[in-house]
């Protein structure tokens, strides 16, 4: 904190965390009053921000924004806004990129469009393989997860091993 005051964009970043936390619960009405502080808290942000709260930018944002409103039941707004982090992100964001696919992956799951989840989930772990992200980890298990709930279907079955084979050998199929 600078002088007893939040930081504009750390302000976004907790308002952020707590909009995903609100998801999580399923009170929609609550994480989009998160999201919108988040925003209004970012909007407010000069370049005057320290240095220990560089790493949380519009992208990363963007693309909590994007994993809210995909998981309170507004996945093609979400997919949208994931789509947007992925263009806009750097290239040597690299485990920022690959948790991003592995999100839009699972907004593809929330569409109902399996083949592209299972295509977008590929290229998710062809980068997430080369990272050594605990974080990374996480996402690609909470995917299946996601996978497992969703019923029989071929594209849902490959997309489970490809995932199965990755967390077993740390690699792609």
Not at 129 to 145: C, I, N, P, Y
Not at 151 to 166: I, M, N, P, Y
């Amino acid at each position: 904190m600078a002088n007893g005051a939040t930081p504009p964009t750390f302000g976004a970043y907790l308002h952020a965390i707590e909009a995903r936390g609100l998801t999580l619960l399923g009170d929609a009405r609550g994480a989009q009053s998160a999201l919108d502080s988040a925003q209004r808290s970012f909007d407010q942000a000069g370049g005057d921000e320290p240095d220990w709260n560089g790493y949380y930018g519009e992208a990363d944002l963007v693309a909590d924004i994007g994993q809210c409103l995909r998981d309170i039941g507004r996945p093609l707004q979400g997919l949208a806004m994931l789509e947007q982090t992925e263009r806009s992100l750097p290239e040597n964001r690299v485990t920022a990129r690959a948790k991003t696919k592995i999100h839009i992956a699972a907004a593809y799951l929330a569409l109902g469009e399996y083949e592209q989840a299972d295509r977008i989930t590929a290229d998710a772990l062809t980068a997430a393989g080369a990272l050594s992200s605990v974080r990374t980890l996480e996402r690609v298990k909470a995917l299946q997860h996601r996978v497992s709930r969703l019923g029989e279907h071929r594209a849902l079955s490959q997309l489970d091993e490809r995932v199965t084979e990755f967390l077993r050998n740390g690699t792609a199929s």
